[in-house]
């Protein structure tokens, strides 16, 4: 079984990695969509509901899923070609 190494002045986190990675994979997607779908997408990845985004952003729960839908539908897309690119 793999060792996490031991934190460092370097690497306070050695999790952190795999988090870092993470996000910076999910930033050229990101920059695909448009402002709304970013939006919405990016406050479901940290964690908010979408009747949160939609009382937070003043729009309706409705709206705020079909941007996600479209969001994810793109981000599905992306993904696809990804793998078919390697």
């Not at 079984?1 to 370097?10: A, I, V, Y």
């Not at 448009?34 to 949160?52: H, I, M, N």
């Not at 981000?75 to 070609?81: I, T, W």
Request: proline letters at 9%; glycine letters at 4%; a positive charge.
């Amino acid at each position: 079984m793999p060792r996490t190494p031991e934190p460092t002045s370097l690497l306070a986190r050695p999790d952190a990695i795999a988090e870092w990675e993470t996000r910076h994979d999910a930033l050229p997607l990101l920059r695909r969509l448009p402002p709304r779908q970013r939006q919405v997408l990016s406050w479901t990845l940290a964690g908010f509901t979408p009747t949160d985004i939609a009382d937070h952003l003043g729009l309706s729960a409705e709206t705020v899923r079909a941007n996600l839908k479209k969001a994810r539908r793109t981000a599905a897309a992306y993904l696809k070609g990804r793998e078919e690119e390697q």
